[in-house]
RNA sequence: GCCCUCGUAGCUCAGUUGGAUAGAGCACCGGCCUCCGGAGCCGGGAGCACAGGUUCGAGUCCUGUCGAGGGUACCA
C-alpha cells in the first residue's frame, strides 16, 4: 500500500532540497514553510509545479534578505536529485519550479496497477481509526423527497472515500421518533385509519395527508386488527411502534435502492427512556453551562463562538427539546461509543444549528475537533421549467422512489455527485430523462464497457498481457505514445484525487476525475491501435494500459457507487 | 435588521484551498464509420454580477453595492 501519493512524494523532495538550501546559505526560513505542489493544466509546465521559492523569497525579504524568487528557484532546483521521479527541473515565470517526471515512471505505475488491483485507490492516511458518518436521518413520518436522495448519495459517498482511505466507517440513520412531528404523524395516521374502516375522523390541522398516508394505514390496520381502534384513548399509544416499523420499512428500501445500506439505526425516543437525555442535561449542569430563566432550562450557548442567542434544554412544560437529545446523542457518540471522528451530514435550513452543536460539544468537555458538519445546499426540483414542490405535510412532493424508478440510481448517483454540496442542484427530470443516452454517467460507463470488451476480444484473438515478472520492462520497451502518456500520468492522480475527496468532504471531484480519465480512454484508443496480431508485444503493452484504465474506472465508480458495467 | 451560502458560456455545473493562456456536459454550426463498441472523435462561437482593495500573481482572500436561496422558534 502506497502510503505517499505522487504529489506528497514529490513535495516531500522539494521540502527537503528546500531545507538544504536553507541549511547553507542560512535563510533561517522557518521549517514548515507553507507551499504547494500543484499539477499544472498546462502540460508545457511539466507534470508538476512548485512555488515554492516564491513563498520563500517573500519570507525572505521580511528578514531582510532580498532575493529574487527565480534565484531562489534556482538553488532548490540545484538540490533535487534527478531519478525517474524527478527527471527534469526548470524554472520558469515568476519563479515556478516546474518538475518532469520520466515517461518510464509513469509506466511503472501502470504496471504496478495491473499487478496489484485492489491496492488501487486505497490509502492508509486513516489507519483504521474508527469514523462515523451520520446521514439522511429524515423525519420518519413518510417516503424521503428527493433532498432525501441528496443528503443519503453524499453520505455514502463519504463513506466510501473514507472506508478507501483506511478508515473503519459506520453508517448511522438518527430516528426522530420522538418529536412533535412524529407525533404528529401518528395522530394523522390514526385519523387515516379510522377514515379506513369508515369511521369519521379529524385529521389534526397540519396533519400528514400524502397519498402514502392511506398505503401505511392499510398496513398498520393489518398489523394492528381491528379490536385495536375501540379503545379510542389507548389507539394512538399503540400505533406508535407499528407506524415507526411501517416508516422505516418504506424508507430503508427506498435508501436500497441506490444501493445504500446503513449499519446502524439509533433511536432518539432510546435516548429519553433510558435517561441519558437527563445525564447529559445534568453534565451540562455540572459544568456550569445551565441556567433557569422563564420556567424553562437553558444553555448557555452565547458563551461560545459563533453564538448570539441560548437554546432551550427543557421546555417550561417539563418536555425537553430536541436540542437536548442531540447533547445525549452526541456524547455517546463521542464517549459512550468513543467514535474518533464523526461526520453529520444536514441540509442547509440546519445551518444555525451547527455553531450550536458545537459549542454543545465543547460545553461537554468533549472535542469539538472530532466533530465535523457538513452542510449541502436544496435540490430544486424541475419539471419542463417548472418547479416542483416538496411539501411532506400536504403531500405534493416526489420521492426519492419515483425519481429513481425514472432516471435510474447510476444517474441519479453520478448527477446528485457532480455538484459541490454547498452548491443549489436543479434537476430537471424532463431533461434528465430525454438527455438519458447523453448523460456524462454513461459516458464514463461507456468507456469501462469499452475497455472490458477489448481485453476480452485480445483474449480471444490470443494476445496476451505480459507475463508479471517482465512486466514493468515490457511497458518500457513499448510505449511512448503522446496519447499513452496522457493516459498513463491521469491515472497516477487517482491518490491525490482520493485524498482531497477526503480533506475537503467532497467526492464531486472524483466524477469531474473520472469524466477526464473516459475521455483520455477515447483519446487513446482513436490514436492507439490496441490490438494487432502483426506486433504482439506492443499489443500486449497497450493491454497493460486498458487493463490499468479499467481498473481506476472500476475503482471510481465503485467509490461514487455507480456501476461499472462489461458491456452496455 | 443580523448571520450563513451562492452569483463563472444560451442552459446545468466544475475550477486542484492564491498560480501561468478559466474547463466539461447539454444546446447551436461544420466535419469524421474499408479499421479494437459512433453512447464516440475533430473543429467553431460565447463567460468569472458590479466597484474598489490586499501582492510577484485574484474566478478564488478583504470591503462595499446589486441579485438569488437559506437561517434567525420553549419545531425538528
Known sequence: MAALTLRQEIRARVAAALAACNAEHEWNLPAELAFEVTRPRNP?????????????????RKSGVNLPPR????????????????????????????LK?????????????VLHPSRTGRLDVGQGRWIQVEFVSANPTGPLHFGGARNAVLGDGLARVMEACGYSVQREFYVNDAGAQFDLFVQSLLAACVQLHGGRAEFPPDGYRGAYMHEYAAAACERLGTDWLAD???????????????????????????????DQWFSERALHESGQVEAAIARLADQDAVYRAEGAVWFAASRYEGNDQDVVLVRSNGVPTYFAADAAYHWD???????????????????GHVPRMQAL???????RAKLKIVLYDLVKLVRDGNEVAMSKRSGSFLTLREVVAEVGSDAVRFMLLTRAP????????ARVVEQNPENPVYFVQYSHARLCSILVRAQAEGLLLPDADDIHGHLRIHLGHPAELELARLLTELGDQLLAALERSSPHNLTYYAMRIASAVN??????????RSQPGLSGARLCLCDAARIVLARILHLLGVNAPASM
Open 422 to 429: 454547498e452548491s443549489v442542484v436543479e434537476f430537471d427530470l
Open 44 to 60: 508545457d509546465h511539466g507534470d508538476f509545479s512548485a512555488n515554492v521559492a516564491m513563498t520563500a523569497a517573500a519570507a525572505l
Open 333 to 351: 457518540k463521542l464517549r459512550t461509543r468513543g467514535f474518533d471522528r464523526v461526520l453529520n451530514v444536514w441540509s442547509v435550513d440546519h445551518q
Open 361 to 367: 460539544v465543547e460545553a461537554m468537555g468533549l472535542d
Open 523 to 532: 483519446g487513446f484508443y482513436r490514436d492507439c491501435r490496441v490490438l494487432d
Open 232 to 262: 379510542a384513548e389507548g389507539a394512538a399509544d399503540a400505533l406508535r411502534g407499528p407506524a415507526l416499523d411501517i416508516v422505516l420499512e418504506d424508507v430503508r428500501s427506498e435508501i436500497s435502492l441506490l444501493g445504500i445500506e446503513f
Open 71 to 98: 534565484e531562489v528557484a534556482a538553488q532548490i532546483a540545484g538540490r533535487l536529485p534527478k531519478d525517474g521521479a524527478m527527471a527534469a527541473v526548470d524554472v520558469a515565470g515568476p519563479g515556478f519550479l516546474n
Open 101 to 113: 517526471v520520466a515517461p518510464a515512471w509513469f509506466w511503472d505505475r501502470v504496471a504496478d496497477t
